[in-house]
């Protein structure tokens, strides 16, 4: 049907044998995790807040700036970890503010020395402090460098099939394109794109970035995703612990939804009871 929209599809061929009644684990680097909502650690008004909407999200990993957020490279400064801890959730350090694959690699390998040699990163180079959209050929090279590292990494890059199909190849243990441009809360603005990462996936896809609300994270998982991760859809919120809540609903009801399968759209209305055999 040519009006029929990316939600309307059938489950990607990597969920296809999987028993409706039940769901599998997400599986990141060989860890497997009950939630399916990460969320950042950026905006909040300190770390208490964070950690309050940390524990309303039900959320296992949450995602920590190296070069904004403080996990003891600096002494004279609070350390998130004291409040936040990594026996309890798994710490994801990512590389926000790298604009070149050198400085995202060095930030990386800083991490590991911080967290004991913990191996699963987020990477993300940006191509400019306007749009925050990720430099795909940067985020390439890094990449590659990463894996040799022997880094686990989850990678965040553009809407682009192709890309996030090579970005697998390079051995990025979860490939997280873009729903819109970071922080603007535009929600999913490209699902046919991601659908099309989805069919072609073999590692775990999820959303980062363009969230704004709960729906827009419902939307992502009714898609197929695998995942979202989110910041300032909680961080900005009016209540960010409620908004946290609110986002572990979405997903879950989200994911529930791909798993069941939706009904068909259609042009003209469709009887809830059949009238065949019916008496006059």
Do not use: W
């Not at 950026?42 to 940390?54: C, M, Q, S, T, V």
């Not at 697998?168 to 490209?190: K, T, Y």
């Not at 994911?255 to 809830?272: K, V």
Request: aromatic fraction near 4%; proline fraction near 5%.
């Amino acid at each position: 049907m040519a009006n029929q929209t990316a939600t309307d599809q059938n489950p990607s061929k990597r969920n296809s044998n999987m028993n409706q009644n039940q769901d599998q684990a997400l599986t990141i680097a060989g860890r497997n995790y009950r939630s399916r909502l990460i969320i950042g650690s950026g905006k909040y008004r300190d770390f208490n807040e964070n950690l309050a909407a940390l524990q309303a999200s039900c959320a296992e990993i949450i995602t920590v700036a190296i070069r904004r957020v403080n996990l003891g490279q600096n002494a004279d400064e609070p350390s998130l970890l004291e409040v936040i801890s990594p026996r309890e959730y798994t710490i994801l350090p990512n590389t926000a503010g790298c604009y070149n694959a050198a400085d995202a690699v060095r930030t990386c390998r800083m991490a590991r020395e911080l967290l004991d040699g913990h191996k699963l990163v987020k990477l993300e180079v940006l191509g400019d402090q306007k749009t925050l959209y990720p430099n795909v050929t940067e985020t390439l090279a890094a990449a590659e460098q990463l894996v040799k590292d022997g880094f686990d990494v989850m990678v965040y890059t553009s809407d682009d099939p192709l890309v996030a199909k090579r970005l697998e190849e390079i051995g990025c243990v979860a490939v997280m394109p873009l729903g819109a441009p970071i922080g603007s809360g535009l929600g999913i603005r490209n699902p046919y794109n991601i659908r099309m990462i989805l069919e072609n996936a073999s590692v775990p896809i999820i959303v980062d970035a363009g969230v704004g609300t709960a729906s827009d994270a419902s939307i992502a998982m009714e898609l197929g995703c695998d995942g979202v991760l989110m910041n300032t859809a909680i961080a900005e919120a009016g209540n960010p612990v409620l908004m946290a809540s609110a986002m572990k609903k979405a997903v879950e009801a989200g994911r529930e939804a791909f798993l069941a399968g939706r009904m068909p759209r259609r042009l003209y209305a469709s009887a809830s009871s059949p009238i065949d055999g019916t008496f006059f």
